[in-house]
C-alpha cells in the first residue's frame, strides 16, 4: 500500500450518496489507486482479516488509522497514510499508544492498549544520539 495506492483528497467523513464514495474505501484504493485515510484503514483491515488477524479502525474527527494485534499478542497502532505523506517510512508503523499519542489522538475507552515493542519500528531502530547526552551530562 505504501508504495502503490496513492492519496486522495477528502476528509475521514463520508455522507452517504457521495459521489467520490469509493475514495473512502478498499475498492477506491484497489481499483482507482487512490484513496484517503479511512480508505487506508479499511483497506489495511481487509489484508489484516485475510490473515486472520486482528484489527481495528481508530477514528477520531479528522483521521482515521488501524490497530492490529500481531503474533507476539500484543496491539500496535499503524497509520499507513500518514507514511505515505511522510518523508520518513515506517515512522507510524507498529506504534505503542504512547509512542502514537505524540502525533494523533483518540478516545481509547474501547479500544485494547497498543504496548507491543517487539514489532516497533521506532522501539527497534532507535539509536542513542551521542550529542544530546554529553549536554545532559553538563
Known sequence: ???????????SVMLPGSSNSSAF?????LSGQS??????ATTFRLFIN???????????EYHSWDMVRLD??????????TDVSGKCQYQNFNMTDEISRNSH???????????????????QNN????????FLQK
Not at 485475510?50 to 477520531?60: A, E, G
Not at 489522538?105 to 522501539?123: E, F
Open 105 to 123: 489522538d483518540w478516545d481509547d475507552s474501547a479500544l485494547p492498549a497498543a504496548k507491543g515493542i517487539k514489532y516497533s519500528y521506532a522501539v
Open 127 to 134: 539509536e542513542e544520539i551521542k550529542i544530546f547526552t554529553l
Open 72 to 81: 507476539d499478542n500484543e496491539w500496535y497502532q499503524v497509520d499507513v497514510y
Open 1 to 11: 500500500m505504501y508504495e502503490n495506492v496513492g492519496q486522495g483528497q477528502g476528509s
Open 35 to 40: 484513496t484517503v485515510c479511512v480508505g487506508y
Open 50 to 60: 485475510m490473515l486472520d488477524m486482528d484489527c481495528h479502525i481508530v477514528h477520531n
Open 25 to 29: 474505501t478498499p475498492h477506491g484504493a
